[in-house]
Nanobody
Framework: VQLQASGGGLVQPGGSLRLSCEVSGSTLQYFAIGWFRQAPGKEREWVSCISGNSKYADSVKGRFTISRDNAGNTVYLQMNNLKPEDTATYYC?????????????????????WGQGTQVTVSS
């Protein structure tokens, strides 16, 4: 199973980006997908996840929206009203057990497969 994250870039505060996470080697419906981010010098932080439900970290709630296209084997993270503190490398990850339960999880240790990361920089 491979995950390919894309869509990062440089954006001004208040701007928007849409990240994509494409799953290959298996079928998206068999996985819960999580988005995590890591800024330089900081620990990896959970951002959002989706299975039968979807959840968001408090820091992004109301600004980010996660969605999935099972036919396209892709999960999206729409990020609006971006702030400088959102600057980080964003990673998507896949959790097989989370698909069976329909409940996505926030801890990185539950995710078996990880993408390579895409850089998001929010700066004026």
């Amino acid at each position: 199973v491979q995950l390919q994250a894309s869509g990062g870039g440089l954006v001004q505060p208040g701007g928007s980006l849409r990240l994509s996470c494409e799953v290959s080697g298996s079928t998206l419906q068999y996985f819960a997908i999580g988005w995590f981010r890591q800024a330089p010098g900081k620990e990896r932080e959970w951002v959002s996840c989706i299975s039968g439900n979807s959840k968001y970290a408090d820091s992004v709630k109301g600004r980010f929206t996660i969605s999935r296209d099972n036919a396209g084997n892709t999960v999206y993270l729409q990020m609006n009203n971006l702030k400088p503190e959102d600057t980080a490398t964003y990673y998507c990850a896949a959790d097989r057990a989370g698909s069976r339960t329909g409940i996505c999880r926030a801890l990185p240790r539950f995710y078996e497969y990880w993408g390579q990361g895409t850089q998001v920089t929010v700066s004026s």
